[in-house]
C-alpha cells in the first residue's frame, strides 16, 4: 500500500520509490496518472489498472500475481491507498488469502491541511466525501453537528458552494471553516473564515472555488453540564438499551435537559 503525492511529484518518500521499482506489478487506480508519476522517478514496473467499478476482478489478477511469488504494490491516483479511495476490497481479499499487506506511509490530504489549519490539538474527525445528493448531505451533517472534534471532509470543486450552503444552514453561522485548496500544487491556498461570511468569500472570486478540497469545520463547542445529575443517570440507563441518538432523544423528554449535549455525552460514553 503505497502512498503516492498528493501534487507535487516531489512529496514521495524514498521507501516509495524502492518498493515502486522493485515490485513485479504495480495495481494503480489509474494507470495514466500513476505512469506520469513513475516516469518522473525513473521507474518501469509493469500496471494493471484497479479501481472502484473494476476492484474485485483486480483483486483476483492481483491475488494470482501473489499466488505466483509476485509482490504487488497498489497506489491511488493521489495519497494513501483505501483512504477514500479503492483499495479497502483488495486489502481484505489479501489478508484473507494469508497474504502480508505492508503500508508504505506518505502524502495525505486531510493530514496536511490540519497541520496548517491551526486548529486545537484535540483531535479530529475524519469523514472524507459527504453524499452528492443534497438531502442525504444535510441528514450526514445533522448527525455530526452535535461532535465537539473539528469535522474534515474532501469535497470536489462543482460542489463546494453547495456543501458550504448546506454547512451553514446545518450547523450556524459562528464555526470556523477552513479552506485548504490545491494543497502541494501550483495554486494552493489555505483560508479560514466564519461559516458566515464563507459564501460570500468563495463566490466573490471563481477561481476559489477550482481544485479539490480539504475543508476543514471547527468541532461544537462544549459545555459542562453542571448540575443535571439526573439526566446523566437516565441516559446511562437508556443507553443500556437503545441506540445513541434514541437514548439521548428520550432522556432529553424525560429531563429537559439539551438532546445535543445529551446526544455528545451518549457519543463519548460509547467511544470511551
Given at each position: ?49 484497479l ?25 491511488s ?41 491551526g486548529?486545537p ?8 466525501f ?11 451533517l ?17 460542489r463546494?458552494?453547495?456543501?458550504t ?34 459564501l ?9 472555488q ?6 476543514i ?15 446523566t ?30 446526544y455528545?455525552?451518549a ?6
Open positions: 500500500m503505497v502512498a503516492t503525492p498528493i501534487g507535487n511529484l516531489r512529496d514521495i518518500t524514498l521507501r516509495a520509490i524502492d518498493v515502486l521499482t522493485t515490485v513485479s506489478l504495480i495495481a494503480a487506480e489509474d494507470t495514466r496518472v500513476t505512469a506520469t508519476l513513475l516516469r518522473a522517478h525513473g521507474i518501469g514496473a509493469p500496471m494493471i489498472s479501481h472502484r467499478h473494476n476492484e474485485r476482478h483486480a483483486a483476483e489478477k492481483v491475488l494470482a500475481s501473489l499466488a505466483a511469488g509476485l509482490s504487488v504494490a497498489l497506489v491516483d493521489a495519497g494513501t491507498p483505501a483512504v477514500s479511495d479503492p483499495g479497502a476490497l483488495l486489502v481484505r481479499a489479501v489478508r484473507d488469502a494469508g497474504y502480508p499487506v505492508v503500508p508504505i506511509p506518505g502524502a495525505n490530504a486531510a493530514i496536511a491541511a490540519l497541520s496548517a489549519a486548529l490539538d484535540n483531535g479530529f474527525l475524519f469523514h472524507g459527504l453524499p452528492a445528493r443534497q438531502s442525504a448531505r444535510k441528514s450526514v445533522a448527525e455530526l453537528k452535535p461532535i465537539a472534534y473539528p469535522l474534515v471532509f474532501y469535497e470536489a470543486p462543482h463546494i458552494v453547495e456543501l450552503e448546506d454547512l451553514q444552514t446545518v450547523f450556524g453561522d459562528e464555526r470556523t471553516i477552513t479552506y485548504a485548496r490545491e494543497i502541494t500544487k501550483r495554486f494552493e491556498s489555505i483560508h479560514a473564515c466564519v461559516l458566515s461570511e464563507a460570500a468569500w468563495l463566490t466573490a472570486d471563481t477561481d476559489r477550482r481544485g479539490e478540497f480539504v475543508v469545520v471547527s468541532g461544537a463547542e462544549q459545555r459542562e453540564d453542571k448540575g443535571d445529575e439526573d439526566a443517570r437516565v441516559l446511562g440507563i437508556l443507553l443500556d438499551v437503545l441506540p445513541v441518538s434514541q437514548a439521548a432523544s428520550v432522556a432529553a423528554k424525560i429531563t429537559g435537559a439539551r438532546k445535543n449535549e445529551l455528545e455525552m457519543l463519548k460514553r460509547k467511544t470511551s
